[in-house]
């Protein structure tokens, strides 16, 4: 395997899907030319990538929870209820840990196991078991588009088994399901895979059927400043592009600065758009979302409903294209479907009101983003003369120089040497920039920030903020102020 970011040939692509989709026998069900079919008889509304392009020209926020359970019959019934009682405008179906890791035999168990109890007893829904007709059933039995969530390393099968399934969007890549989810799975290998994802998605694309391709924008969901996941996203990006997808929506958590998270959605679509076309892909459809707040949350109910309206207030006012909804139960595991549903129903009424008012460029909201972009463009154009212009050579390198740091991420791959904090202000800066190759002015700059905070609190600038910031939404606050 030589890894290089170059589109995928039909011999190669051939030779590994007969290794794809004898992993697990409902491969064989696998007809690409009768799926194409399949898809194009689904109605436009129900096609993911239609759906976000329309709400993107209308300036609207479309509201996405997190959702699935082993049983289809009773994750049709919850994703329903989200639709019905929750007033979801897009669907997900978020697959289970087993088939996460390629732990087929496991997940029939839990298949089985669920059944004799009448409940799910797996963390979601096991897509590649079920088979692609099951899938066609979820699809048939939903009014709106639905996508395929979950945090695979290794998403091969599951990509051939839900796209011909119905599906129309697919979420993940090879760095944002690998360097945050897992210790010892090496970079080149996911990156390879997800090759394989993306030319498949790009096959039907050129016959005509559009796969919406999202990458995993938040990462660990934990003081992540917007330049990592940014980098990330727009790598992801571009691996996809060259293997033929052409519609693609980038990521990024909410942090919880209001001027730094509106910068951040504004700054991921342009940066993206910029790096695309640099790069000659200039048929790429871009949207974006946010996800709401990823870190620690209130154990208290009222309070779990203060961070998920300031979720969607953040999506609304940076004009983001979907949000993805948080519930009142986040902190005690999986959430009911009632508790589901009244956190996207929180999230539509403040998106509703605040759908006519979007943040005005102040200098505040303009000098963050030109940082975010300024750092940014430090940490791509670093990995790409590392790559000596191919994106993904320069990401295996980027890694391994600490060019790219994602904090508190478990890979050995990963370099761990960077710490965010907060500033005064609370938003998410470098208390340690490590080997991001940023310039002196920009490490002068989150500096500053950080001394300035570290002077009100009456403090030394230590790794003691980073832990207090940490825990500190799930006391009631954004920045973690010393007692």
Request: contains cysteine.
């Given at each position: ?143 709106v588009p639905v996508e395929v969530r979950h945090g695979t390393p290794d998403a091969r099968l599951l990509a051939e088994i839900t796209i011909a399934g119905g599906f129309t969007s697919f979420e993940g890549g090879g ?156 902190a005690m595991g999986v959430p009911t479907k009632e508790a589901n549903a009244s956190g996207i129903k929180a999230t539509k009424q403040v998106v509703t009101m605040l759908r006519d008012q979007k943040m005005e460029l ?61 500033d005064n202000m609370g938003a998410v800066r470098f208390l340690e920039c490590a080997n991001i190759p940023f310039t002196k002015e920009i490490k002068d700059y989150h500096y500053s920030k950080m001394l300035e905070r ?30």
């Amino acid at each position: 395997m030589e890894l290089k970011n170059k589109k995928m040939d039909s011999k190669l692509f051939k030779t590994i899907q007969d290794e794809v989709l004898f992993q697990w026998s409902t491969g064989n069900e696998v007809d690409f030319e009768e799926a194409v079919k399949y898809h194009e008889a689904i109605p436009e509304h129900k096609i993911f990538s239609r759906k976000l392009s329309e709400a993107s020209k209308l300036g609207n926020t479309l509201i996405q929870p997190r959702a699935g359970v082993a049983l289809v019959d009773k994750h049709i019934e919850l994703l329903n209820y989200l639709v019905n009682e929750g007033e979801a405008d897009l669907l997900p179906t978020t697959i289970d840990s087993y088939t996460r890791h390629n732990r087929y035999n496991e997940v029939e168990k839990g298949i089985n196991e669920s059944r004799k109890a009448g409940r799910s007893l797996l963390n979601g829904f096991p897509a590649v078991n079920h088979g692609i007709s099951l899938c066609r059933k979820v699809n048939e039995s939903v009014n709106v588009p639905v996508e395929v969530r979950h945090g695979t390393p290794d998403a091969r099968l599951l990509a051939e088994i839900t796209i011909a399934g119905g599906f129309t969007s697919f979420e993940g890549g090879g760095i944002s399901y690998n360097i945050p989810y897992s210790k010892n799975i090496p970079l080149d290998k996911t990156i390879y895979d997800w090759q394989y994802v993306d030319r498949l998605m790009g096959i039907y694309e050129e016959a005509g059927i559009s796969i919406n391709r999202e990458p995993f924008g938040p990462l660990t969901g934990t003081l992540v400043p917007p330049c990592i996941s940014h980098s990330v996203a727009i790598i992801e990006s571009l691996l996809a592009a060259e293997q033929g997808v052409k519609n693609i929506t980038v990521g990024y958590g909410q942090c919880g600065n209001l001027i730094q998270d509106v910068a951040a959605i504004s700054t991921i679509k342009t940066l993206t758009e910029e790096y695309l076309e640099k790069f000659g892909y200039k048929d790429v459809v871009v949207t974006t979302v946010l996800h709401q707040w990823m870190g620690g949350f209130p154990q208290d109910e009222s309070k779990a409903f203060g961070v998920i309206s300031w979720g969607a207030a953040t999506a609304a006012l940076a004009g983001a294209t979907k949000v993805i909804v948080k519930t009142p139960h986040e902190a005690m595991g999986v959430p009911t479907k009632e508790a589901n549903a009244s956190g996207i129903k929180a999230t539509k009424q403040v998106v509703t009101m605040l759908r006519d008012q979007k943040m005005e460029l102040t200098k505040e909201l303009e000098e963050e983003k030109n940082i975010i972009k300024a750092e940014t463009r430090c940490i791509i154009d670093k990995t790409i003369e590392l790559g000596e212009g191919d994106i993904a050579v320069g990401t295996l390198r980027a890694f391994a120089a600490g060019v790219i740091d994602i904090p508190f991420a478990p890979s050995r791959q990963n370099a761990g040497k960077v710490f965010p904090a907060r500033d005064n202000m609370g938003a998410v800066r470098f208390l340690e920039c490590a080997n991001i190759p940023f310039t002196k002015e920009i490490k002068d700059y989150h500096y500053s920030k950080m001394l300035e905070r570290a002077k009100y609190e009456k403090r030394d600038m230590s790794f003691q903020m980073v832990i207090d910031d940490i825990y500190a939404i799930g006391k009631g606050r954004l920045v973690g102020r010393p007692r």
